[in-house]
């Protein structure tokens, strides 16, 4: 989701508050994510964190 909006990790972690080791280390499935971060990341993308769940 982050790449289909042409956003790098640099930049979602400084929209979301979460560090760019953390969003790398979930979207290649090497850590999980706590419900704050999650909805921090939604957020920082307008979409439903519901929707981030789903990938």
Known sequence: ????????QEQL??????TRPILNGVENG??????????????ALDVPASELMAD
């Open 13 to 18: 972690a400084l929209m979301s508050g979460v």
């Open 1 to 8: 989701m982050r790449q289909e909006r042409g956003l790098t």
């Open 30 to 43: 090497k850590r999980g994510l706590l419900f704050e971060r999650l909805y921090d990341i939604a957020e």
